[in-house]
Structure formats: structure tokens, C-alpha cells
């Protein structure tokens, strides 16, 4: 293999140690930092995120709690949760679990969050500072991808990136963030012509559209970092991402795994999002 590994499960280990020396810190001030998840329905996969999620409060001595609502939960019933957890002094992050069942409307459930405990970093508020280059909260999964880039080595100001995906989750985020240090940023979708030519120029790709092997060799510009956000399953039912790890890894310089590559970073931003909205209380409790 040529390419670098970039390991995320390493790295978010060590994004763990450092919050829980912060969580520490502020429970030697009398303040326990407190995260609320709430998940509705029961999607395989959203447990299964949910889940780790919970354990990696534990392991960092967050305390979580976690909401599990039937699928047929009202949205006037969930909006009334959130507003309980937003007036609730012991919790400083909330996390709703997407996707929603249907009949539940996204869109105003993140809005009922409470800005200044939204660690998901989705709500609008937080979008346009982001937008503005003043975040409040970053998204978790793009924040993930820019420490590991950091982690990586890869000099971003001046460099050219290639955003696979215009998501409002991953895409759109990602490309703010990426501009903000320095990059010249190329967002590339479903309608993008000669995606192919777009990638073989840059030096940082960033896949995110959910479509197994769309990134191959001949894609790539020789040393140039990929990272594969995407988590699909091939037709052997293993997981893989969204490029060509096999292929891509002869040719770039450092390389995402899926899995063990941006997931449990995602996971871990999640973790200081909390701890930074913690903080911020402890510092102006108003």
C-alpha cells in the first residue's frame, strides 16, 4: 500500500482522552457535563449509532442520558421533550437521532433545539455562523474529517478540494470549512459533469454521497488525501465506503478505512461539542 492510513479510530481515541481531562476539569468545579440523545422509532442502524455514542460518554465520564421514543411518537410529543431538555440546567448538549420516522418533521425538531445546546451543530443558527466563519458548532462528521486532515499533515491553505456531496449534513458544512482554512473548494453532486476530471485535480477529496467504489484510481491525482465518509454495503454485504480503497490507496498520498476511518471521529466531535458547550455555561451561566 502507498498511501498513509489515516486511522480514526486511533485518533478518536485520542480526541477521547483529551475531553475527558476537560470533562474532568469542570467537574473539579462542581459541573457535570451532560449530554441527551433521543432516539425515535427503532432503525437498526440509529441504535446501533446511538449506542456507541452512549458508551463513549461513559468512557469520557460525560453524563448521557438517552431517550428511546416508539416510532409512532407524536412530533408535538417530541417537540415537548426537547423543550424540557432545553430548560434543563444538567444537560448542555442534545442529540435527535435523524433520520425521524416520517410523519415527524426534521427540519422543525432541529429548530426546537436550543442553539446553545445543539451538538449536532444543525441548527440554523449555527449554520449561518458557521456560514460567517464565527462557529458556534461545527457539524460532527465534517469537523471530524478537518481534524484528521490536521492529523494528516495536509496543508489546506491554498490547496484545491473536491466536496463529493452537497448534503446540509456532511457536503455543505464540509465546504465551509475547507474554505475557512485556506482551501479553493470544488463541490461536486449528483449533477456534476465529468465528476472524474474535477477529482484528478485536486489535492483533498472529500467523498460523501453514499455510493459504493464511485471514487477510483484513476480518479485520483498521485499523492493527493482522500477521505471516504461514505458507509455503504457491497453485494457481499460488507461495509465499505465511497471510494475505491484498494485501487485509490496505490495511488494517494493518505487514505481513510471504512470502517475505522471518519465514523468514530464523527463520534468524537460529538463529544467535544458537549464538552464546549459545557464550558461555556460554566463560564457565563446566564
Given at each position: 500500500?502507498?498511501?498513509?492510513?489515516?486511522?480514526?479510530?486511533?485518533?478518536?481515541?485520542?480526541?477521547?482522552?483529551?475531553?475527558?481531562?476537560?470533562?474532568?476539569?469542570?467537574?473539579?468545579?462542581?459541573?457535570?457535563?451532560?449530554?441527551?440523545?433521543?432516539?425515535?422509532?427503532?432503525?437498526?442502524?440509529?441504535?446501533?449509532?446511538?449506542?456507541?455514542?452512549?458508551?463513549?460518554?461513559?468512557?469520557?465520564?460525560?453524563?448521557?442520558?438517552?431517550?428511546?421514543?416508539?416510532?409512532?411518537?407524536?412530533?408535538?410529543?417530541?417537540?415537548?421533550?426537547?423543550?424540557?431538555?432545553?430548560?434543563?440546567?444538567?444537560?448542555?448538549?442534545?442529540?435527535?437521532?435523524?433520520?425521524?420516522?416520517?410523519?415527524?418533521?426534521?427540519?422543525?425538531?432541529?429548530?426546537?433545539?436550543?442553539?446553545?445546546?445543539?451538538?449536532?451543530?444543525?441548527?440554523?443558527?449555527?449554520?449561518?455562523?458557521?456560514?460567517?466563519?464565527?462557529?458556534?458548532?461545527?457539524?460532527?462528521?465534517?469537523?471530524?474529517?478537518?481534524?484528521?486532515?490536521?492529523?494528516?499533515?495536509t496543508?489546506l491553505?491554498?490547496?484545491?478540494?473536491?466536496?463529493?456531496?452537497?448534503?446540509?449534513?456532511?457536503?455543505?458544512?464540509?465546504?465551509?470549512?475547507?474554505?475557512?482554512?485556506?482551501?479553493?473548494?470544488?463541490?461536486?453532486?449528483?449533477?456534476?459533469?465529468?465528476?472524474?476530471?474535477?477529482?484528478?485535480?485536486?489535492?483533498?477529496?472529500?467523498?460523501?454521497?453514499?455510493?459504493?467504489?464511485?471514487?477510483?484510481?484513476?480518479?485520483?491525482?498521485?499523492?493527493?488525501?482522500?477521505?471516504?465518509?461514505?458507509?455503504?454495503?457491497?453485494?457481499?454485504?460488507?461495509?465499505?465506503?465511497?471510494?475505491?480503497?484498494?485501487?485509490?490507496?496505490?495511488?494517494?498520498?493518505?487514505?481513510?478505512?471504512?470502517?475505522?476511518?471518519?465514523?468514530?471521529?464523527?463520534?468524537?466531535?460529538?463529544?467535544?461539542?458537549?464538552?464546549?458547550?459545557?464550558?461555556?455555561?460554566?463560564?457565563?451561566?446566564?
Open positions: 500500500m502507498k498511501a498513509t492510513l489515516i486511522d480514526g479510530n486511533a485518533l478518536a481515541q485520542t480526541v477521547r482522552n483529551e475531553v475527558a481531562v476537560r470533562v474532568r476539569a469542570l467537574a473539579a468545579q462542581g459541573v457535570q457535563t451532560g449530554l441527551a440523545v433521543v432516539l425515535v422509532g427503532d432503525n437498526p442502524a440509529s441504535a446501533v449509532y446511538v449506542r456507541n455514542k452512549v458508551k463513549d460518554c461513559q468512557e469520557v465520564g460525560i453524563h448521557s442520558i438517552l431517550d428511546r421514543l416508539p416510532a409512532d411518537t407524536t412530533e408535538a410529543v417530541l417537540l415537548a421533550r426537547i423543550a424540557e431538555l432545553n430548560a434543563d440546567p444538567s444537560i448542555h448538549g442534545i442529540l435527535v437521532q435523524l433520520p425521524l420516522p416520517a410523519h415527524i418533521d426534521e427540519h422543525r425538531v432541529i429548530e426546537a433545539i436550543a442553539p446553545a445546546k445543539d451538538a449536532d451543530g444543525f441548527h440554523i443558527s449555527n449554520v449561518g455562523l458557521l456560514m460567517t466563519g464565527k462557529p458556534l458548532f461545527r457539524p460532527c462528521t465534517p469537523y471530524g474529517v478537518m481534524k484528521m486532515l490536521e492529523h494528516a499533515g496543508a491553505d491554498g490547496a484545491h478540494a473536491v466536496v463529493i456531496g452537497r448534503s446540509n449534513i456532511v457536503g455543505k458544512p464540509q465546504a465551509l470549512m475547507l474554505l475557512a482554512a485556506g482551501a479553493t473548494v470544488t463541490i461536486c453532486h449528483s449533477r456534476t459533469r465529468d465528476l472524474a476530471e474535477h477529482c484528478r485535480r485536486a489535492d483533498v477529496i472529500v467523498a460523501a454521497v453514499g455510493k459504493v467504489g464511485l471514487v477510483t484510481a484513476e480518479m485520483v491525482k498521485p499523492g493527493a488525501t482522500v477521505i471516504d465518509v461514505g458507509m455503504n454495503r457491497n453485494a457481499q454485504g460488507r461495509l465499505c465506503g465511497d471510494v475505491d480503497f484498494e485501487g485509490v490507496s496505490q495511488v494517494a498520498g493518505a487514505i481513510t478505512p471504512v470502517p475505522g476511518g471518519v465514523g468514530p471521529m464523527t463520534r468524537a466531535m460529538l463529544l467535544v461539542n458537549t464538552i464546549e458547550a459545557a464550558e461555556r455555561r460554566a463560564a457565563d451561566p446566564r
